[in-house]
């Protein structure tokens, strides 16, 4: 099975959901046969490359609240991540673009597989959200990438040019393809899309549902007593 997650490695509720989703897994008796990838998506392309101005500040502007409205709200969120085990300092981050984390991302992926770019993602996320780094800066991306294994010089020649930028587009055309208009957003086989940080019991329910409709089970017509050839040979 394949679960494709859609998300920024900016948006909270992404971390929030990605620990949801591992809890879901960590029950489910096939887990071994799951692979998980993750696709792109902006929430906002326009961002700068190198973000200094606070995330507070920018969506007070953006959702016309005050300072102090935005900060109850990510206090909740803060909370509410804790209890997944996420300490969250949404009180520090930058507003930043993440385009080209994503493009690491998708060399981690295309080098190593679902399971490195796995843990890229996971270290993208708390760079950003444990320790308020500057996601846009390559330094920052480095230092992610080199702390899985992956390739220092591959990781250079990807910060230096625009390679991967059309895979992180498609990812974008595919979510909203699907219909996709906030992240996370996951979609299983192809054939089941979950929309949202749910809680873990409906991932655990769509884990074993998409399981069940790639598996169906046959019906046996007739009874186990007829006229057959088995293992121990035919009797006759």
């Known amino acids: 099975m394949r679960i494709e ?8 509720w992404c971390y929030v959901g990605k620990r949801r989703l591992e809890t879901a897994l960590a029950g489910f008796a096939h ?5 998980v990838v993750y696709r792109s998506f902006e929430l906002d392309p326009g961002a700068p490359r190198h ?3 606070p995330s507070t500040e920018v969506l ?3 959702y016309r609240r005050t300072d102090d409205e935005i900060r109850d709200m990510q206090q909740q969120l803060i909370d509410l991540a804790a209890q997944e085990g996420l300490a969250l300092r949404l009180f520090d981050t930058v507003h930043t673009s993440t385009v080209d984390a994503h493009r690491v991302l998708h060399l981690a ?3 190593g597989g679902a399971a490195l770019q796995g843990r890229l993602k996971e270290a993208l996320l708390a760079a950003y959200f444990a320790h308020a780094r500057d996601i846009g800066d390559h330094d920052v991306l480095r230092a ?7 390739d220092a010089a591959r990781v250079e020649e990807v910060l230096a040019s625009d390679e991967y930028a059309d895979e992180v587009a498609a990812d974008v055309a595919q979510a909203r393809a699907y219909g ?3 992240v996370p957003f996951f979609v299983l086989d192809q054939r089941y899309g979950i929309s949202g940080a749910q809680p873990a019991e409906v991932f655990a329910s769509a884990l074993e549902q ?7 089970q046959l019906s046996v017509v007739g009874g186990d007593d007829a006229a057959a050839c088995g293992p121990d040979g035919c009797a006759c």
């Open 5 to 12: 997650i859609w998300s920024d490695v900016v948006c909270p």
């Open 31 to 35: 887990r071994d046969e799951v692979e």
């Open 51 to 53: 973000g200094h101005e």
């Open 60 to 62: 007070a502007r953006k």
């Open 109 to 111: 992926l295309a080098t």
């Open 144 to 150: 992610a990438a080199a702390s899985v294994g992956l």
């Open 180 to 182: 996709a208009t906030g």
């Open 210 to 216: 998409a399981w069940a409709a790639s598996r169906p």
